[in-house]
């Protein structure tokens, strides 16, 4: 859901990053956090939970030029992991314009990738959204670790709807930025449609 700020001429637009616990989602706001000039982006946030933390924070990208005369900004959310809490998931999921899966390549981790991503479908579905119609990226994180899946088996799995895949390595920066331009630039073509 599109907020836009005619005062300021800004269109904000809401990315989430969903994905299993542990699988990067954090990582990689850290790291477009960490490489964002000061004067493009605002505070980071985080809400921390027993065992999981959601963090959230904007930034105006400077490169991908305005609309109309307006300028982007992208406000970046992460999800908790884990499914126990499913009411935050929800909760952040509500008035997403793009969504960015971050998948755990590691062998161990692929029940959670397909429990997280089914539960994505059903809370879009439950706000009116549809991952087949939504800007979306799937990023295969962890790719630096032992006992990985082939990229080939995690897109026969978790492939949707043909969507952008990137490989990762999170902590190195490795795909982070790939994979955030590509739903970006997705959100962008949408605007321009309306």
Known sequence: MTFINYAAKEINCKIVYYGPGLGGKTTNLQYIYSKTAPEAKGKMISLATETDRTLFFDFLPLDLGAIRGFT???????????VFYDASRKLILKGADGVVFVADSQRERMESNIESIRNLEVNLKE???????????????????????????LYRVL????????????????????????????????????
């Open 72 to 82: 982007t900004r992208f406000h970046l959310y992460t999800v908790p992991g884990q």
């Open 159 to 194: 492939n949707f709807k043909r969507e952008p895949t990137f490989e990762a390595v999170a902590p190195a920066g490795r795909g982070v930025f790939d994979t955030l331009k590509s739903v970006a630039k997705q959100i962008l073509v949408e605007l321009r449609k309306r």
């Open 127 to 153: 706000h009116g959204l549809d991952l087949k119609a939504l800007p979306y990226a799937l990023q295969f994180n962890k790719r630096d670790l032992p006992n990985i899946l082939s990229v080939e088996e």
